[in-house]
């Protein structure tokens, strides 16, 4: 992961090739995102293929995506939280979960890690539903910031703003707002929200906690920034810890692919047949996904798939594909944008070989 430091030496680097070389040339070779994710060759000879959607065809797709990118061993575990160093990077379970509640799964899809990231789009669900729309885009933002998901920087350079709520300070930000008495009860909501979306109690992971918890001063700053900028909901400190529970409940393939069916199934899970969230929000928050869900490499992601899509630290990954899919995907290692490598690609691999990709409907 970019730190603000390498960002700054980048583009002091830029500068001085800048005095010696022709502007225009100039422009191309300091481009801030120096390489690409695993998303270029792997996935485009797919791409066009007709929608089929058979029992048979989804089966077979599956299959194919897992013994193609089962031996991936590109990527590493996130280490800047130590517990998520230790988790085994060989698990990888792929879900997917039709709107009328049908799931197919092959690989490791019962094994959790934890969530982190991809419960902010959870919890910017609750404030969307809470709050409406207008809150979400003016106090918290819907843009894309162009740098990494933990980039202080980014809210200076956005006028005070955390510029959409699946950034680190956006997360916090919509963590805050909840509405609750105090934060022991937006705990509980937060949780209990998050157990309606996958349609299953989820457990707590202990263990991940107390790593980033003693060790997440980076977001207890990001908090107060925003609190001084007048952004914060309720205390900064005490939202950055429920910030961090929330990134610490563990989720399964199978859980992220009801999860990402619930959003599938215009907020409503396919399994329980609970409604989790209005159907008019849906869309919004999944356009928040599209443009920011997997941070500055969301545009690669969007270019492939055409799909709105949340990664974590943990290495999980879901997918929306509306009316159509809910895909879940748990493995490990990351690319150097933060999102799960063998995620991406299977996921990827599935939305163009079964002809999903909805902005080609
Ligand atoms: N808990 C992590 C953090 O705050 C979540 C980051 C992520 O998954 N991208 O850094």
Not at 323 to 336: E, F, H, N, S, T
Request: hydrophobic share 40%; net charge neutral.
């Amino acid at each position: 992961m970019k730190n603000e430091i390498q960002k700054i030496s980048l583009i002091k680097r830029g500068m001085v090739t800048l005095s010696i070389a022709c502007a225009s040339l100039i422009l191309l070779s300091t481009t801030p995102v120096e390489a690409k994710g695993p998303l270029t060759a792997e996935v485009k000879t797919a791409i066009s293929q007709k929608s089929s959607l058979s029992e048979e065809r989804i089966n077979a797709v599956l299959k194919e995506a897992y013994e193609k990118f089962k031996n991936n061993q590109d990527g590493k575990n996130a280490d800047y939280i130590k517990a998520l160093a230790i988790v085994d990077s060989k698990i990888f379970g792929i879900t997917l979960v039709t709107p009328d509640g049908k799931v197919y799964e092959i690989g490791d899809t019962k094994d959790v890690v934890s969530i982190q990231s991809i419960s902010k789009v959870f919890t910017a669900a609750m404030v969307i539903q809470e709050k409406g729309d207008k809150f979400l885009q003016e106090k918290i933002g819907v843009n894309a910031t162009g740098l990494a998901f933990n980039s202080i920087i980014a809210i200076e350079l956005h006028g005070g703003s955390a510029s959409n709520p699946f950034v680190n300070a956006g997360a916090i930000q919509s963590t805050s707002w909840v509405e609750a008495k105090d934060s022991k009860e937006r705990w509980a909501k937060i949780y209990s929200n998050m157990d309606d979306f996958a349609g299953a109690k989820l457990s707590f992971n202990e263990e991940v906690y107390d790593s980033e918890v003693n060790d997440n001063k980076n977001n207890q700053a990001i908090s107060k920034i925003l609190d001084a900028r007048g952004r914060m909901g309720s205390d900064p400190l005490e939202a950055t810890t429920v910030y961090t529970k929330q990134c610490s409940v563990n989720v399964s393939a199978h859980d992220l692919g009801m999860m990402a069916a619930t959003f599938a199934n215009d907020g409503v899970n396919p399994a329980t047949g609970k409604k989790v969230m209005d159907k008019k929000y849906v869309p919004k928050i999944l356009a928040v996904m599209a443009t920011a869900g997997l941070y500055d490499n969301a545009g690669d992601w969007l270019y492939l798939t055409g799909s709105p899509a949340k990664s974590g630290v943990g290495g999980g990954i879901l997918a929306v594909v509306p009316g159509k899919l809910g895909i879940g995907v748990v493995a490990p290692p990351l690319d150097k944008f933060g999102n799960s490598v063998r995620g991406q690609l299977a996921a990827a691999y599935i939305i163009n070989e079964l002809g999903i990709n909805p902005l080609a409907q």
